[in-house]
């Protein structure tokens, strides 16, 4: 037997490692696990803005005692047009892990964590462990998908319910006769997703109609069909309410002005989808191909997707609710588009060096996209004062009966409801620190001797006042609140060790 050459060697052991590692769970185990320290890294970097005060408020953060009750009554009156899946999950949630902020922030990392093992299964289920191993990494290195690990909202539940109704829904066209153990599954996942956001609707449809259109009519399709049923007989209750709501969300003039145009809302989701780089197209144009030959994988992906984005763009078309910020709603077609990707991968010649060759450009596609395009863009809280932040900075510098003031365009923790003091509370109160942060917005309303006279008010008795502002965010404020404090104040410390953030020290008596 001839004997190999040392390259020939070297490359046949790099290919036996090649599959070792996509054929051993502790691939992906590696994937799951490197997200969640990434998460739990950054849980606490960025402000919660009004969106995750919202989630907070709703779910009983600020009235626990309240229970399952109060979180309905809450979306009842207060939401119309959200469904209340998430906001039960977060409730009892917060109920046996902790209310704090920082482990509410915890649940969209978990279901973010879900998700991609979930897109493992499903990628190993209909094309294989490598096609798996691949679906989780791509899923994990989705730039715009990665943002939503940390705002308390509901999008990475969104992603992983959708996830579980693919699963069960191939998993039982799959099975020889639909039996329980297939049909209860599908009908309790359809009905969690249904429960997660209004667009679920978008995915329903698609792979209704991909059932009824594709699908052999054979007694497992009535089967399926009457488990999704089912699932839409527990979905009537919340639908008049939707309805109420649906008149609320669409009914906003300013909303409808910055609402994307159906060519700009379809580029926004391809190109979120495919961290901005659409040299990604050629493996869909393979994939098609692969629908062309009738491979019934690739059509079903390619109908439900093609339908699922042509939902939002005829619901956008006629209410004009997307805007830039609100492409988030559609972060469940991104795994419909990386299994697609995955298909025209299987199209290509078998070559390990290949494979990797496109993996490792999609995982610097998305951290090149992450540098340049920044998460302010679609989460607010990212371009908000972090008080949380200070808190941490100022911790032993704070003594009891101080007063931390200043102003924000960005900051809505201070609404004059006490629905949203809580969190404030949260980080000061145990300092004995009194919180008022003002917002632009109502400052802007109010002439400069009002605003003078209002922190004449705040300062009352106080011996040290912390200010605090946005160096960006000066505007007219920074004169008004200077002049009010060099009045009664000396200014004893200046600290910028927070960016873009001034923080200054003043105190009545000597600072000596």
Aim: glycine share 6%.
């Amino acid at each position: 037997m001839k004997a190999l050459r040392p390259t020939e060697q070297h490359l046949r052991s790099m290919v036996k490692r090649y599959d070792r590692l996509v054929n051993s769970w502790l691939t992906v185990a590696a994937i799951l696990f490197l997200v969640f320290a990434i998460a739990v890294r950054l849980l606490d970097d960025y402000p919660i803005y009004v969106d995750g005060l919202f989630s907070m408020a709703t779910a009983g953060y600020f009235d626990q005692a309240a229970g399952i009750d109060g979180v309905l009554d809450r979306l009842t009156v207060k939401s119309q047009q959200h469904v209340p899946g998430y906001f039960l999950v977060l409730h009892v949630w917060g109920k046996l892990v902790n209310w704090s902020p920082p482990a509410l922030k915890l649940l969209s990392v978990f279901f973010g964590i879900t998700s991609l093992a979930l897109i493992y299964r499903l990628g190993r289920s209909l094309m294989g462990r490598e096609a798996g191993v691949f679906a989780a990494l791509m899923l994990a290195s989705v730039a715009f998908y990665n943002i939503w690990y940390l705002p308390i909202r509901m999008y990475t539940m969104f992603v992983a319910t959708a996830l579980l109704l693919l699963w069960f829904y191939f998993r039982a066209l799959r099975s020889r006769q639909a039996t329980r153990t297939e049909l209860v599954p599908l009908c309790l996942a359809c009905i969690l997703f249904a429960y997660t956001h209004i667009f679920s609707l978008a995915m329903l449809c698609a792979i209704g109609a991909y059932h009824v259109l594709f699908v052999a009519k054979t007694r497992k399709w009535f089967l399926i069909s009457g488990a999704f049923l089912v699932a839409g007989l527990a979905y009537l209750p919340w639908l008049g309410i939707l309805i109420q709501g649906a008149a609320y969300a669409t009914g906003r003039a300013e909303q409808a002005i910055s609402a994307l145009s159906s060519l700009d809302l379809l580029w926004a989701i391809t190109s979120l989808g495919m961290n901005a780089s659409h040299l990604f197209l050629l493996l869909f144009a393979l994939a098609a191909a692969r629908a062309v030959k009738r491979e019934r994988t690739a059509i079903a992906l390619w109908v439900i997707l093609l339908l699922t984005i042509a939902f939002y763009v005829i619901v956008n078309y006629q209410l004009r609710v997307i805007d830039f910020p609100r492409t988030r709603y559609a972060v469940i077609v991104f795994p419909l588009m990386i299994l697609l990707m995955l298909k025209g991968l299987e199209a290509l010649p078998r070559k390990k060096l290949l494979l990797l060759g496109i993996l490792v450009f999609w995982l610097a596609s998305g951290w090149l996209f992450q540098r340049r395009v920044g998460a302010g863009q679609f989460v607010r809280s990212y371009n908000t004062l972090p008080i949380h932040l200070v808190e941490r900075h100022l911790a032993d510098d704070f003594w009891e009966g101080d007063l931390l003031t200043g102003w924000s365009d960005g900051l809505n923790l201070y609404f004059e409801s006490v629905v949203y003091s809580g969190v404030a509370d949260y980080y000061f109160a145990k300092h004995g620190v009194v919180v008022a942060i003002e917002h632009t917005y109502e400052l802007g309303r109010s002439e400069d001797d009002s605003i003078a006279a209002m922190l004449r008010g705040q300062l009352g008795s106080h011996e040290r006042v912390w200010l605090v502002y946005e160096l960006d965010k000066t505007e007219r404020y920074e004169t008004l609140w200077q002049d009010a404090l060099h009045s009664q104040f000396e200014r004893c410390r200046r600290d910028d060790a927070i960016p873009n953030l001034s923080i200054a020290l003043y105190q009545r008596s000597s600072c000596d």
